[in-house]
Each structure stands twice: as structure tokens, then as C-alpha cells.
């Protein structure tokens, strides 16, 4: 399992943040200094990285051999959180697209790396619930 997750690590969660990581590179060699959070993070991009991580752990209990204890209740909070996000990341939009008052970036900002972090536990429990255990692999 420790191999499974690292895998997924590196290609679910590193990957999809290196956008973000040269932006602010970018910024640091074209001015001097490095952009704030707000700036990175503010327009909600980072919610659709949290969506992609939370339609990949669905996907691994959805395909996984082996029904295991709580992969239930994990999928159904996984897909709500995943809705939950989508909307919020829609009401974000929203005021792009439509142009009225813009969200606060700060708050943005805040919301965007909270649920990330929650993405982040859930899909590694995802991960974790759906591996199957060293014990029940066939054989053939």
C-alpha cells in the first residue's frame, strides 16, 4: 500500500499543483517577490484541483475488487463533499462571469486550501480503503 500511495501522490497531488508552483516561480524571477496566497490561490482554481482529487478516490472505491468496512459511507461522503465543492466553485465563477461584486480572494483563498486539505484526507482514505489487503490477492 505504502508504494499505491506514494504513486498516487506524486501523479494525483503533485502534479496538478505544479501549475501553481510556476506561477509563482514566474513571479519570483519577473519581480523579485514571491506572490501571495491571494494571488496563487484567490480565483478558486484550486477547487477544481480538490474536485479532481475527490473524483479519483471515487473512482478507486467505485472499481475497487474488494468491498471493504466503510467504503460505503466513503463514497457517499466523498461524492457530497465532491457536489459541495463544484458548488462552491460555481459561486465563485459566477461572479466572473457575471460581473456584480467578486468574491473576497482572501476568503477564496482560505476556503480553496480547507478543501484541499479535506480532498486530500479523503481521497487518501479512499486510496487506503480500496487497496486490497497483502493477504486476499489471488494467485494465478
Do not use: C
Amino acid at each position: 500500500m505504502p508504494l499505491r500511495l506514494g504513486r498516487w501522490l506524486m501523479w494525483s497531488v503533485i502534479f496538478p499543483l505544479a501549475p501553481f508552483l510556476a506561477v509563482g516561480l514566474i513571479r519570483r524571477i519577473d519581480s523579485g517577490t514571491l506572490p501571495s496566497m491571494a494571488t496563487l490561490f484567490g480565483s478558486g482554481q484550486l477547487m477544481l484541483t480538490s474536485v479532481a482529487l475527490l473524483g479519483n478516490g471515487v473512482r478507486e472505491l467505485i472499481s475497487a475488487d474488494e468491498r471493504r468496512i466503510g467504503t460505503e459511507f466513503l463514497t457517499w461522503a466523498a461524492a457530497m463533499f465532491l457536489f459541495i465543492i463544484a458548488t462552491s466553485y460555481g459561486y465563485t465563477v459566477k461572479d466572473i462571469v457575471i460581473p456584480r461584486q467578486r468574491a473576497h480572494e482572501g476568503s477564496v483563498t482560505v476556503v480553496s486550501l480547507v478543501f484541499l486539505a479535506i480532498s486530500l484526507v479523503v481521497a487518501a482514505a479512499s486510496i487506503a480503503v480500496s487497496t486490497p489487503k497483502a493477504t486476499s490477492r489471488i494467485v494465478r
